[in-house]
């Protein structure tokens, strides 16, 4: 079975949240070492807290509910996220959305009956380097047309 997801996604869904959070505790500590604290208190402890409150609640929202990783199947595809692995068969995909501005790229999988990962699986697709930055992403489009056709067959 060939991998249809990023490489990427460990780093997206867990490293950079571990470098976001220690980001902001070593301005915090640089902040605390050379005085700051001392002259404005109140900006030096709301801004951290604000930050990683932010910060998580965004990631929490848009990025760890991705799958870890997409193995296409052919008539199927197998979705592993955390310790749950499940086999979606394409015809119960009932619409393929791409979010194409947006770095790195989206695949979000609408099923017809909700799995042990719920009625959506979202990916990020394998990267492919294109000089038309509004030109439809190769794998999102295939997987358009095999679904259809899965569609038409069952």
Not at 17 to 22: D, I, K
Not at 90 to 110: G, M
């Amino acid at each position: 079975m060939e991998r249809i997801s990023s490489g990427m996604t460990f780093f997206m869904k867990y490293a950079f949240p571990v470098l976001w959070v220690g980001f902001i505790v070593l301005w915090f500590a640089m902040a605390f070492t050379h005085g700051a604290m001392a002259r404005d208190p109140a900006a030096f402890l709301v801004m951290p807290v604000v930050m990683v409150a932010v910060g998580l609640f965004v990631m929490r929202k848009f990025l760890w509910n991705i799958a870890d990783e997409v193995r296409d199947g052919g008539a199927f595809l197998v979705v592993r996220k955390g310790g749950v692995e499940e086999r979606i068969a394409l015809s119960e995909v009932i619409n393929v959305d791409l979010q194409r501005y947006t770095n790195p790229k989206l695949v979000t999988l609408r099923l017809r009956k909700a799995g042990r990962l719920g009625d959506e699986v979202s990916f990020f697709p394998k990267a492919r380097f294109q000089l038309n930055p509004f030109a439809r992403h190769p794998l999102a489009e295939a997987l358009i047309v095999r679904i259809d056709r899965a569609r038409q067959a069952s």
